[in-house]
Each structure stands twice: as structure tokens, then as C-alpha cells.
């Protein structure tokens, strides 16, 4: 089955300065590759997505890219603020429908 | 707001009892998935139903665990004589599951506690 690899576990930056986040997969098969922010309590939310037909995709200070030759996919946040804190979690969809999660990061932005 | 509903959102049971669990999907969502999120750790796929079928159970235990998503009313993840070890929060999400559409959303979740 697929095999999600999500680095740095902690993650600390100062507000405005940029964030990224790593991560891997196994299946060569998974096309298609959510994040997701959770705050403390709080459901998982859906903050950006890319297929993998696509390299790289904006959103405002969000952007993630796509490397399928090296199986890799990242979440890059610019111009961080407080409010960015949470922890941010990679996933892997495959054929199989079921999404398979990284074991998440907690990004702290200080202001 | 049609999102992701769950019920309860908060869970106490003593070991051995039963605890279930209501998922209702975002309206139009055909698809319901199950997932666990330990304390302090990532969320672990459990199981995938479509109405009135299960389409993928390999992520939950073989004993106890149980779920449905009948014609009718919402899905329901049932563990029977529940053990410390399942407290957990209980997410379910739902997606359209048509085509190329994969998106999912997640329900605001249940924090079942085991005494």
C-alpha cells in the first residue's frame, strides 16, 4: 500500500518569513495530493490540492509543487502569520480512493 | 451549511460498553470514509462505504469495529466493548466520488474517551 513521509515534524519560523513543508510518497499510482490544516480540536481542513497532471499550483500565499519522477510533493507557505500556526498534514490518494496522511507538522509562526 | 455533520461530538464510555457513531455526508456526497486521529498523531484511514455497500474495510480492526452507511440515514462506525485503547477522535469525511473528483471534507469529528 501507499507510504506518506512528511518532513520536519516541528517546523518554527517568524512571521512573514516563508515556510515550506516536505513530503514523499511510495505508489507511483497516486495522482492526486491534498493538504490539509488542523488546528487544536478542530477537523482537518482541505487548504490546497494538486493532481498529478500538474507541477504546480498558487493559491494567494500558498503553493504546492510536484515531482512525480522523484515522488515527492511540497507545501510552501509565504509572508507567514500568526494565524498560519497549525498543524499541516500531506496526503496520497490512489486508485484505492482512501487517503493515506503524512504524520503531520507543527508550524509555529512567532510573531 | 450543508457540511459534514457528526454526532455525538463528544463520546464517554466505560470499558465494554458500545459506542457509535453518526457520520451524515455533505449533501450530494455519494462517498464516506472513516479515519481515527490518535492523541498527538496523524489520521489513519479505517473505512470506505458507499451507500448500502462497503467498498474498502482494510484499515479496521477485524474484531469489534463495525460500520454502515445505509439507503437511508447517516453512516454509523460501531465499536463494540470498547478498551482504553480506542479513544481516539473519529473522523469521518465524504467526497462526490464521480469521476476525477477526490476531494474530501471531514466531518468536525468525535472524541471518543474509554474509562
Known amino acids: 500500500g501507499e507510504n506518506v513521509e512528511q518532513h520536519p515534524s516541528t517546523l518554527s519560523v517568524q512571521e512573514g518569513d516563508s515556510a515550506v513543508i516536505k513530503c514523499t510518497y511510495s505508489d507511483s499510482a497516486s495522482n492526486y495530493f491534498p493538504w490539509y490544516k488542523q488546528e487544536l480540536g478542530k477537523r482537518p481542513q482541505l487548504i490546497i490540492d494538486?493532481?498529478?497532471?500538474?507541477g504546480e499550483k498558487k493559491d494567494q500565499r500558498i503553493a504546492v509543487t510536484l515531482n512525480k519522477t522523484a515522488k515527492h510533493f511540497s507545501l510552501h507557505i509565504t509572508e507567514t502569520q500568526p494565524e498560519d500556526s497549525a498543524v499541516y498534514f500531506c496526503a496520497a490518494i490512489s486508485s484505492a480512493r482512501q487517503l493515506t496522511f503524512g504524520s503531520g507538522t507543527q508550524l509555529t509562526v512567532l510573531p | 451549511n450543508a457540511g459534514v455533520m457528526q454526532n455525538p461530538r463528544h463520546l464517554v464510555r466505560r470499558r465494554g460498553q458500545e459506542a457509535r457513531l453518526r457520520c451524515s455526508p455533505m449533501?450530494?456526497?455519494?462517498?464516506v470514509y472513516w479515519y481515527r486521529q490518535l492523541p498527538e498523531e496523524g489520521l489513519k484511514f479505517m473505512v470506505y462505504l458507499q451507500k448500502e455497500n462497503i467498498i474498502d474495510e482494510s484499515g479496521m480492526p477485524k474484531e469489534r469495529f463495525s460500520a454502515e452507511f445505509p439507503k437511508e440515514g447517516p453512516s454509523i462506525l460501531r465499536i463494540q466493548q470498547v478498551v482504553r485503547g480506542d479513544s481516539a477522535a473519529y473522523f469521518c469525511?465524504?467526497?462526490?466520488?464521480?469521476?476525477?473528483?477526490?476531494?474530501?471534507?471531514f466531518g468536525p469529528g468525535t472524541r471518543l474517551t474509554v474509562t
Open positions: 449533501k450530494g456526497h455519494s462517498h
Open positions: 469525511a465524504s467526497s462526490l466520488g464521480t469521476g476525477s473528483s477526490y476531494e474530501q471534507y
Open positions: 494538486i493532481r498529478s497532471n500538474v
